[in-house]
Every structure is written in structure tokens, then in C-alpha cells.
């Protein structure tokens, strides 16, 4: 099972967006999920996305990161 974040914004600023993803929101994530298998019959392997948008101009730009982070 694939659990995707999707962060987007214009162009412009220096921070990478994908580093945009709080400690917190990893944790909440994380927590949610976790019950989610855990009370799940099926035997789920469990991955963490992020897909990034990107506005330059008229350019948009899509980027996905598989395996963003690890928890189980």
C-alpha cells in the first residue's frame, strides 16, 4: 500500500518542498496508518510517497519520491 503526500507551490523558493513535511504530520501519518494495519486481516506492506507540483511560469513540474520515509 502506497500512503502518497502531495505538497505543491510556485516556483521560487529555497527550501526543497519535499522537505516541507513536519515531524508532526510524519507522526500523525505514521500513527494512522498503523491502526489502519493493524486492524486489517490483509498482510500490508506499507510504503510513504511524496509527490511535489511545482509551478514555473507556465511550466509545471511533477516529481514523486518513493519510499520518503520508514516507520514499521
Not at 521560487?12 to 507522526?27: D, R, Y
Not at 494495519?37 to 490483509?42: L, N, P, T
Not at 507556465?58 to 520515509?69: D, M, S
Amino acid at each position: 500500500m502506497a500512503i502518497v503526500e502531495g505538497k505543491s507551490r510556485k516556483a521560487g523558493f529555497f527550501k526543497k518542498i519535499s522537505e516541507e513535511i513536519s515531524t508532526k504530520k510524519i507522526k500523525l501519518l505514521t500513527m494512522e496508518i498503523n491502526h489502519f494495519v493493524e486492524k486489517s486481516d490483509d498482510d500490508l506492506e506499507v510504503r510513504f510517497d511524496v509527490i511535489t507540483v511545482i509551478q514555473k511560469d507556465e511550466k509545471i513540474e511533477v516529481e514523486h519520491f518513493e519510499n520518503t520515509f520508514y516507520y514499521f
